[in-house]
């Protein structure tokens, strides 16, 4: 899983990227599929030994941040060679019911200034099967009532 997100992580990148878990908030969600988002941010924060999570009630969500190391392919010299450089992840979990993702997405894109493309949200799918990682670009919301906010909020897909 950690793979895929690679193609994320931009060589050129200055700005964070932003890693939105959606799940939600309560005792009765916890462990439940529909806390796949939460409980995959948390797995990354614990495998890439990022902060723990702290809540942040302006931006509507719990956030961790850190820096991993990422390596990039560089010309230098006309050659080409591998650079290790330190990107910054953002990890959230909003603190609204997934419904209501869009307003921590909108809170924490401003506030931290990440541009559409630095920013992946994580969400479980009753669609696929269990365990199943699926990665998309630039796609609907096939129906996920988060994922509708949160394109409503941000004003694209």
Not at 23 to 35: K, L, S, Y
Not at 46 to 65: C, G, M, N, V
Request: one cysteine or more; glycine letters at 8%; aromatic letters at 8%.
């Amino acid at each position: 899983m950690i793979d895929k997100l690679r193609k994320f992580l931009l060589p050129s990148t200055v700005k964070p990227i932003l890693i939105v878990g959606l799940g939600n908030v309560g005792a009765e969600f916890v462990d439940t599929r529909h806390n796949a988002g939460f409980l995959t941010v948390e797995a990354w924060r614990e495998h890439w030994d990022i902060p723990t999570f702290s809540a942040q009630k302006k931006l509507y969500a719990q956030i961790a941040r850190g820096k991993i190391q990422t390596e990039v392919q560089a010309d230098i010299k006309d050659a080409k060679r591998a650079i290790n450089q330190a990107q910054t992840i953002i990890l959230a979990k909003p603190t609204t019911m997934v419904n209501r993702s869009g307003a921590a997405v909108g809170a924490l894109m401003s506030y931290y200034q990440i541009p559409r493309e630095n920013i992946i949200i994580v969400q479980d799918d009753a669609d696929w099967p269990i365990c199943t990682v699926k990665t998309t670009y630039n796609s609907g919301d096939a129906g996920h009532n988060g994922i509708r906010d949160i394109i409503a909020v941000l004003g694209t897909k």
